[in-house]
Structures are given as C-alpha cells and as structure tokens.
C-alpha cells in the first residue's frame, strides 16, 4: 500500500512539474471559468461579498462590488452560494455565465447547516443561547494534522488545547472555559455523528466536515454530564453535493527537537573541581582543550535525537445519488520518532453512507483505525540531561561491541546508563484498535413529528509489551535483568438515543421540541502478565523466566439510563426561548442517591430581524444577543469507588499463607454527584456587509459539591480521601473578531483574532472553612481564594522584604516552613491570532498563540543543577560566593530583630556539588517562573492549480500543493529558560518534567489532488 | 400508524422502568475483596510484613547512616546524599524523600482495622497483637518526628487534619497500651476464641511470646526517657514488667526465590544472584571497622570482606571528594555466603532470612542498662554477656572465639553504661540501625565521628514533619516551627 503511493506520487510530481510551465499562459480561459452575477430576489440589486463554491471542492471565492464572481469551473459543477441573512442556493451550472438569485431569509435558516447542535438535530445559530464556533474542514488540516486536535489549537475563543509531548503518538491536555473540576477532567465532550465518545485521537482529520464548538454547558441535556464542558460536535463527510469525486492527498513532514532546556559547557566531569573520567556530574574542573577536554561544538544531548519523519497518505470517494450518499475514505501514516528507533504507524478507514428507504433515511457510518507504536520508554532523555558535555555521544551507539565505550563493562559510569543502551534494551510496544461507528433511522410520523433510533458503538482495544533485554556482566551494577509484560485492555461503549422530534407553527410562533431516552454501556477488561526475571537476552515469554509470573485482570461496568427533553419556542424567527431538561440514573452511586436532574434555559434576540430598518439603514448586517442558565449534575467516579478494597501485595500469598491490605484511598458510600452552574451573555455583530465579524460573551460558572479524591493527613490512615467538597467559580470574558483587510476579487486579506480572559478563583476546598488549601500534584495546589491550580515552590526563610535570611556564620540560608505563592499555573489570558492572505490560487495561513500570566517550574532544572549541568552552576565560576540579596539577623539589646544586609559572609561550600544540591536544587524557587509566551503555531503557503493549468492533464479537477511549518519561533518570558510552557505532566498545567521528550518544530510538504 | 407508534412507546418506557433498578445494578467490584470478605488471619500477616519491611529498610538504613555503621564508596555518595548532608528538606519531600511518617500511619491503620475486624470476630488475641504493634508504630514515629497525631489518628474523614499530641504523651500512651495487650493475652481464651497460628508471622501463634515481645517494647521505651528527670515514672512501669523475650523477635512470611529477604535483595544480591546496588555502594565507616579491630572482634571477619590487600578498610560518612582509596573495590563490602563458601554470615545468611525486629542482643542490653540503672534486680554483668554472647550467636561465631573475646580486658564489664551501649553498638550493627542512632541522641554514644562537612555539634536529632503533613495539615505543623533536623529535638533527647 505504501509503496503503491510512493510510486504515485513520484509521478505526480513529475506531472506537476510540467503542469507548471503551462499554468501562466493558461490562466483565464473563459471556458474553464465559471462567471455570473448574484442578485438579490427582493429588490433585483446585485449582492456584494457572496461566497461562492463550487460544491464538493474547496475553491470558492466572494462576488464583489457588483455581485459578480469568476470561478474556475466548467458547466455541469454545481455552485454552493451563501450569505448570512440570505438563504443559501445551489444551482446546476449550465452556461459559463450565470445569474444567481438569492432571497433574504425569512423565518428559519436551516439551510445554513452550520451549526449541527446536540444528537445531529441541525440549527439556526440565531436561534441559540450561548456561544458557538464553526470550523471547517479547510481550516483544521491547515499543517496537516495527524490528529484533529492539534488543528483546533489556538482557534477557537476559550478552548485551551496543549500538546505536552513530542512522542510518535502525543498526548494532550483540553480545557474549555477554563477549570471547573478539581480533578483536573476540564475537557469537552466528543460527539461524533450524534455519538459521544470518549476520545477523538484516532479520527482521521481529514475526513471531518467541520467542528462546531459548543462552548456552554448546553450540550450536557442533550448528551448527559460530559457535555458540562462544553461540545465539539463533529459531522464527517458525507459525499454530499459530489457527483463522484475521488481525492488523494499526500503530506510529507520533518521534525526536529528544539528548546531543550540550556545546559553550561564551561565544565566537565568530576567532583569537586577535580576531573574524574568514572565520574557523570559536571563538577569537575572546568574545560581548558588540554588532551581534547573541552565540550563539544554542537549541543551533546541534541545528538541523541534525529530528524523525525511523517508522511500522510489519504484516498478518499465520495458520491451523491438522487438522496443516497457515501463516503469512502483511507488513510496512512507512518511516523518516525525524534528519539532514534521510536516509530507509529496507522491505517485507518471510514465508510459512510446515507439511504433513503421509502420514507425511512438511514444514516450509517463505521470507522476503524490500527495504530502501531514502538518505543522506547523515558529513560534516554533522562539520562541525556545529566551528562557533561564532553561526553562522546557517537562513540556509544554500538555498545554491542565489546570493545565499545559505550558497552555496559566499559560505559564510563555504572550510575547512569548510556542512553543507546536503554533505546536498544526498553521497549514498549503497543497495538490498538479502534472501531466506532453507528446506525441511525429515522422516520417521519406526521409532516410534524419525526422518530429516530441511534446506536453507537465505540471500542477501543489495546494490546500492549514492554520488553527490558536481558544483560550479564561481570561489573558491578552494569547487569540488568530481563523482563517482559503483556496487557491488553478492551474498552466498548454502547450508547443508544430514541429521539422524537416535532416541529409545529402556530402563527408567529414556531416549536420546536425533542424528547428522548438514552442508555449507555461500558465495559472495560483489562489483562496483564508478566515475568521479571527472563532467562535469555533475546527470548520474551513468560515461560523462560525464573520466580513467579506476576499479573491480574479487572473488569470494569458502568451504565445509566437518562431521560431528556428540551423545547425551543421561536416568536417571528427573531425572539426564541429554549428550555431543556434531563434526569440521569447511574450505576456508580449508591442507589439511594443515583438519580439526578439537571434543567437549563437559553434565549436570544436578533435585533436585525426584528428591527430591518437597522440593516437597512446602518452599516449593521447582522446583530444577535444571547443568554442562557444551565445546571449540570455530573458523576465523576470510576465504578466500584464506594467500598474499601482490599489487596495482595507485598510477594502475598507466600505460597497459602495469604495477606491483604486495605487501599490507601478512604472511600465514602454518601458520595452524591456534583453540579455546575452556568451562566453566559453575550453579542454577535456583523457590519459593513459582512466584511467585520465580532462577537462578546460573558460567562460565569460555578461548580459544587466536587467528587474528588483528596489528599488528606496520611495521620487519618490514608493518604487521600473521596469527599463531595470544593467549589470553583469561573468569571470568563470571550471576544472574537475576524475580518477583511483587503477584499477584492483575486485578492483577500482575512484576519481573526481571539481573547480569552479567565478569572478561576476556588471558592472552598472542605466546606467547613477548615482547610485553605490542597495539594494537587508536585508544587501544584488548590488554594482557597486563589486560582485553581496555583504554584506553591519551596522556598528559603526569608525578611519581610523578600531578602534571603542566612547564617552568620556560614553564609547559608535555611528551608521555610511554608512554601511561597507564585500565582496560578493555568493560562488567565489567551490569545490567538489568525492571517490567512489569498491571491488568486494562492493562499497563505499564519497561526500565533499567545498565553500569558501563568508561571510554571520545571524538574528537569532540578535535576541538572544537582548534576552540574545546569547553567545557574556555574554563574559564580564553581567558586564560593555570597548569596545575593541575603540579610543576617541581628539580635537588638531590646529583643527585637533586625536584618542587615550581607555583603561578606560567603555561602560555606558554594563552590561545590554539595552546596547546590542541599541549597539550591532543593528549592524549587529557583526553577519556577513565568511562563508567558508567545507562539508562531503554523505557517503555511498552498498553491491550487487554476484550472486551466491542469486541463492538460485531464484526469484532474482540483490540484493543490502546499508547504507547512509548525512551531517556527517561540517568544518566552526571560526567566524561563526551562522549556515549552505549554508542556505538562500528569495533567497539572505549568510542570515541565524530564520524562517528556522535549518539543519538535516540523516543515512539510503537501499536495492535494481530486480525480 | 399514530395508534402504533404509541403502543410501541408504551412499551418500551415500560420495560425500561421495570427492568432499570436490575440494570444499573453492577457497582459490586468483581475485582477486589472489600471489608465483608476479609479475616483477620488473612490481615495479619500483611500488616506484620510491613511492619517488618519499614523496619529493615527505611528506619534501619537512615539509622545506620546516622547511628554510625554506614557510609559509602564514592560510587554511592550520589545515592544518599540526602541523608549525608543532613537534607531535612530533601528528606521530608514528597519526591524521593523518607516517607516514615507516610509509611508508619498507613501500617497503623492495617492494625487499626484488625483491631475493629477481630472485636467484631471475637477475637481477642488478634486485638492484642494490633495494639502491640500499634505501639510499636508509635513509638518509631515519636522517635523520628518528635510531637504527632494519636488521639485523633487513625480516624479517617472524622477528624482530616488530627490534632498533634506530645512526644511523651504519646509514648505513655503506647507504653498504657503495650500494658493493655498484655493484660488482653494473659487472661485465658474462651474456647469460642479465634486465635493466630501460622498466620502470626513473628511468633506463630505463640501468645506467652508476644506477651515477651510486648515487654521488651516497653522496657526499650522506658529506657529512652533516661535523660529525662521522670525516673519515678519509669521505675513504677518497670516493676509491671515482666518476662522479656530472650529470643530473636523475626518475621518469616516464607521469603523464597521470587520474594528475597529485602534487606539481601536490597544490600546484597538481587533473585538473579547479581549485586545490586546497595552492595556496590553501602561501605562500613572506618569507625565501625576501628570499633571492631581494636577489640579484636571475631564478628568483624563474618560483617565484612577483606580487600585484595588483605586488610579492612572503611569509609568517611559523608565525605564528598574523589579520593580513589574510597572507591568501591578499595573498600570492605558486606560479607555474605557467597564469600563465605556458601555458608551463613553475620548479616547475610540466606536469600530467605527472616526479617529481624528485635534480636536477642537489644532484649540483653536494655536488661544490662536498666539493671545498672538499677531500675531492676538482676546482675548488669550477666545480662551484658547474655547480650554479647547472643550477638556472637547470632553472628555465627564459635564458643571458643567468643569466649576468648569476652575474656578481653577491654570487653570485660565495667559497670559503665559506655561499655553496654558500645557493645550494645556492636551488636546492633546493620541489624537494628535506627536503634544505634536513637541510642546516641539519649547518651551521646558510642562518640561517632561526625560527617567531614558539620560543625562538630550539628547532628540530625529528627525528621521534618513531611511534605504530605504541611499540605494537608499545616495549621498543626506550622504550631512546632521546626525547620532544622540539626537543633529541634524530640522529647526524649536532652543532650
């Protein structure tokens, strides 16, 4: 398969390159273009600023002053033309100049499908409460993304989006609207096709249609309490309007670390100020050249990585038959890992399809998707951080040859493994499966009453090996034990909705209303097996090892059934109320307490609808104001969390001697669910013919009674406790523009940008007022009247000024008690920012990011200023010295104290390791700071083939050929020379840990074509 | 068609009622036992486990750091740092710090709810031995971090952030409860009685020893208040004692080829027979060595390996240069079978050994001091050899060379507590090392070099409260301002 699309595209290429020299001349020619006029039915006048598209393509492009539009077309495409406060018009073209007419919208716009909202019931924007974002397909592979979250980064008010890995398959973190679970779960809910899932990873970009963002809480009626954060309620492609279109798209991409975190070059190994060539740490003397002891040139640890590799290939069909449509579509990457050796690769494929059976319409899509991964586990980078940088990285590759450095006998040190070794002895393997699809019918009862029944599945089934090779030596500390571990978990959901659906008039005023019932299934096996002590270096199985063979299983069940509604009444189509409701049933709580409802109300105004004379007589197009109430219950719990349970550790059972111990977790049966409350206004603007979009919200969220799992006095007899405590209040201002810079017929200027303004502050941690504060993870904290979460760092004692309090004598300074505040770790302010420039078929996208007022600490400085290879090391040339700003403390006659300032006394020992491991790397203080900054997310240039230049080939309808960049330059707050802060750990915002593979910046290369 | 729709609605609203309770019924775990399936026999021997486990780990290796035995090869100086350095920061850190004070509490709570577990069984000796071992918890706690919860410990989300009580109180309260136990095990069991047998992992179900056990916990509690002017107190709680245990206290779970004793797999060899890196890095102080040597001690042979020269040779605790005499083959390593021609040595005698809570020596010793304190009858001279002669014993030294080497003139008892507690130091070595350092917080003995980079008087006296406490319990810690391990002391501490 892969070579099959290699071969094709050298010829394509080969093509393109020939095409090119036509496409200048060619240009233009009046019968590969479409040209026409749109009028409008009302008055007869020409309508300025019209998108027009040639459906099933992404060529589009706007009427100008006179209505009039060119297009590269040819008779027989259909046109797709569209305007806000217009109803949409397809037509058939049938001559080369065409007269399109377009009529005002009168009561509902569901023709503009732009907002699919809650269980695929399509509507109006105008007619909902709370803030809503469309993007579509062109806008979210823009940098080829391999997964559809890293295309959403950075474009949409509010959605926070952090990729904190760099590894083949990385991870992400999502927040939308900022925090309102302690427990750290603020990401939105997934609904594909009307289905929830849990995770969209394995959804192939480029089979997305668009994603419409619910931003409020008013998805969770629809779709239960995940929705509590909002939606992204994605449609795949269809095969609508395509009368048989095949498209190929080929992206080729090359990645390379950046931003590691500095490291000195001034010293070499040794303790001390004495060289030691057994010694890894970096406190030897410093680099004088004398018999080649001197850092090297180039960056030691950056040689460890190597230039990463993607290549994409995606094939799709699609065709619209009278009502019936498919979608056929296949992909495959194939990724090489930053880190040498690591690699993924996936195939995957979707099938959907819509039929039409009398009066019955049946919806069905399935997808599968197979990911492969191989790599090696954290421990090379880690070991890369902490060597000196005269380390002869090239001599260490082969450590398979006997007489090689880098051979475990011979590796200059046994505390720190060589890192080619651990790439070559630690593997994790994993192999997952992904099935999701659904089927969905529906029937018309009456003209006004629909029924629908919706069954989704989603099964997700991993297979995953970690091997450790086996290696004897005759040297102390340099064997290592063999070890493998084989695990599968099958992960399956089933979720059905019976729906109806009625529509009625009465008058002026238009109900809308839903009624539904929902049930839905989980169940989770997981199995693992493993043997720590494998007999042969090359054989992993369980069967060739000695002692025991270790493992387990848990199956995990949850279900709920839930009942819904929600009613949406519209006066004139410009006044509508919405009022939704629905009661949940789970099987995670206590059945005294498993039932819970939770009811909402939205409205909102369209000023222009009810006042024409506004648009008529102003440079207002279009003017929306919107509100809406929700309260959502959620369970956040796994199943069985209500008892104390009990475990076997500790080598139990000796033979039938048995032994169990109680979990260190303190349970609580009472545990009832937690709810949220939300409130959001905001405006939606359009003025001078659309040519300005803005849009203002307001949004206030407070959640209560939180089910978390925390930390407590490990005096109580455990270390954390479930309780139903905490409340997090969130005041958030959103505000949107985009607009036309420059707008004419082969030339455009769009720029959008995006303000997000976060005020999280935790309100109450244990109800009581006891306890002010918790902590989360690491210097992670949740502080009561403080952001959530905030960064706690130790610190020294201190004078009331901030200066460092030291010993008289010894010149050092001592631990504080309490550690110091630094403020919140989670982003208040965001901002993003868009340029999209297009002259006739070329178009080029800039994406920047911006996140400022969030401080983060990192423990890869931790790590390197024990070892010396930190830059702070160095800073007073590996010599004593006095710690700057410290005070000494002077007793007064009176009995008061005093501080003085030391000029004089220099900190004892200073100079070496021991000193900045005991005062200086055991403080995290001196590796936090603020982690502002300000981000080119993607750059890219694309180039679509007028059609005159492909008709020579004319197997063509559309080529397109793009290069791409993402993460060019990164502008940081000048205290942090720590890393990317976008980077996290463990899901706590603003910690940058060594066990991440440092960022990558990527450039690629793209083409496009439709058959 | 309406009419059919309908019914169709009807029914199936009304199977989804009747049939919901049924189906959302599956929280019952499938996976783990919960309090309804647990016994306490099948308690008892995890709970004991770890007990044993934080004692021949954690408390023995930070107390034969600090008590004197240990230091390292320069290959280890990295590895323990913290405890080189007196890191009381470092130490009490979430993050690669000692949880002692973590470790203790949630083996506390094993043994709390055995106790609820075998008075709802009526088992009385089972709630016996938890309070024993209770006490024995608290009793290391006061020892490592001074003032701590106990009147509103162990009480879950009743009381989430407990109160500190006082060192002492806490210890009289422990030594109330040691009392307790015994009283509990000495009257005779109804027959209806749930009694341990081979789950009791220390004593096998023999209740006249934990009655023995019991006692020398209290004897070595009461001792530690020496220095403390309430010898009316101890005196009275020493005449309740009664037979101490003269045998090794150990816990044998049945250690096989998969589940080494930790202290072996930690310090010796791992279940591949490999040395792992504790042997490669944990060296005897030249003082220790010196100790040994100069008395001409037959246990110095089976403790340690000579180097390739022939001779014995230690490190300096805490020394942090490069000094190759130092490195990890030009120092003694533990001696072990496998230096041994596959016989037992001092220490290391089988990858199986039980795990040892206290030997027979410690139970001699504290007799020895408490009768020269004259807090007891009995002769101070006969229990110091009784404690010698154990030590030897255990140490697999033969009666002839043991005799000769009590024959010493500078073995010989001479009504000092110098001599106790020095030979008591001999005995304890790698065994019970967190006694040796608590044994010189009270008396300043034996007089262990302090590391090359304090002033003289700067020693670790305790821990910090841990990272955990000041996060979640920081109105009590912040009470007891303690932010140097080297100054604050806990209550039995006067020197």
Redesign the interface.
Known sequence: MHRLFSKTIFLLVLSFAAGFQLSPAAYGQADLSLTGVVISEEDGKPVSYVTVNIKGTNRHTLTDDNGKFVIPGTIGDTIFVSSLGYSPVLIAADNHNLSVKIKPSTFVLKELKVVATALGIKRAPKELGSSTEVIRADELTQGSPLNPLTGLTGKVAGLRINMYDSKVDPNFQITMRGSRSITGNNAPLYVVDGVPVPEISRLNPGDIESITILKGANAAALYGSEGVNGALIIVTKSGEGSKGRVSFRQSTSLSDVYLLPKAQTEFGQ???G?Y?PS?Y?SWGPAFDGTNGYSARKRDVRKELFTTGINIQNDLSFSKETGDDRYYLSLQNITVKGIIPKDRSSRNGARFNTLQNIGKLRVNSAISYSHVNTNTTPDGPWVSMYKMPANFPIEEMVNWRDPNSKGHPDNFFT??VKNPYFLIDTYRNESIQQVVSGKVEAEYP??SWLR?MYRLGLYSNSLQTRSTVERF?SER??A?Q?GSVSDGTSNFRRINGD?I?SAEREFGKIKINAIAG?NFRDELTKTTNIAA??LLFPDLFNQGSR???LTGG?????????SIYAEVTAGYSGYLFLTLTGRRD?????H?DN?TYFYPGASASFIITDAFPSIRENTVTDYLKLYTSYNKTGNVNLS??S???????????P??D??????S?K?P?PDIRPEFVRSFEAGVQWSLLKRRLNAELAYVYSNSQGQIFAA?????????T?M?NLGELENNIIEFTIDGDIARTRDFRINTAFSYTYINNVVKDL?GSG??????IF?QS?AIKGMPYPSLKV?DY?RDNQGRIIVDAITGLP??????TYKGTMVPPHQLGFQATIRYKGISLFADFESRLGAWMYSEVANAMIQTGTHPMTTQYGRKEFVIPNSVIEINNPDGSVAYQPNTSVVAK?SG???YW??YVA??SVNYAAPGDYFKMRTLSLKYTFSRAAIANMKIFKEVTIGAEATNLFIIRHKDNDFGDPEYLYNNTAGYYSWRQVPPYRTVGFTVNIVF | ??IN?SYF?II??AL?STS??K?????????????E??RVE??????L??TA?QEVTQLNQLGSFWGGYWGTSN?GS??Y?KEQ?Y????IM???DGIPI??N???Y???Y??LKADAEGEGAPAYSAIAMIMQAWHYLRLVDTYGD??FT??????K????VYDDGSDVYKASIDMLSSAIDLLGRSPLPSEKRPA??D?LFNGDLGKWIQFANTIKLRALLRGSEVSNSSYIQTEIAKIGSVLNETAQVQ???????LNPFWSTYYR???N??T?G??HIRPTQFAIDSYYSLSDPRLSRLYAKKKNGVYKGVIFGY???DASFN?DNTSPFFGPAENGGKSAAILKSQTQPIILISAAESWFLLAEAAHRGWIQGDAAEYYRNGISASMQQMEVSATERDAYLAHPDVTFNNTLERIILQKWLALNSISGFEAWSDYRRLGLPEIPNTP?TSPDERPRRL?Y?E???????AE??KR????ITTARVWWDSK
């Not at chain 1, 209500?642 to 139990?652: P, S, V």
């Open positions: 040794g303790l001390d004495i030691s010694e740490q046994s505390v009862v009456t029924v004897d102390a500390g064997s034990q019976l109806l019932h720590s002590n000695s002692g025991n299983s848990a199956i995990l069940t949850e279900r709920q059934f049933k789970t099987s995670l709580l059945p498993n199943p069985y209500l008892n104390l349970t009990y475990t076997q550790t500790g080598g139990f000796y033979g001697l048995t032994g169990f111990v109680p260190s303190n609580n930390t407590s006095s490990a005096a109580t007899g455990y270390t406790s309780v244990y006891e306890a002010e504060e918790y902590n690491r904290y130790t004692k001592s631990a504080s008690t309490e550690p020992g070496n390791s021991a491991n005991k055991g403080y | 068609m309406k729709i609605a199936i609203i989804i919901c309770e189906y959302l019924d599956v929280n019952k775990d499938p996976n783990n036992p919960v309090e399936h647990i099948q308690r008892l021997p995890a709970a486990y770890y486990l290959e990295n590895s740092k350095l890191n009381g920061p470092a850190a979430k993050r004070w973590e203790g509490y949630t506390l709570n094993y709390e709810l701590i919860p509103q410990a162990l009480q879950g989300q009381y989430p952030r407990p081979k789950d992992i779970p049945g250690f096989n080829a998969t589940n791992n279940s591949s490999k040395t890196n042997y490669i942090e240069g490069t990890k980079g910090l841990p955990t406490e000041v996060q979640t319990n920081i810690v912040s301002d303690i932010n140097n």
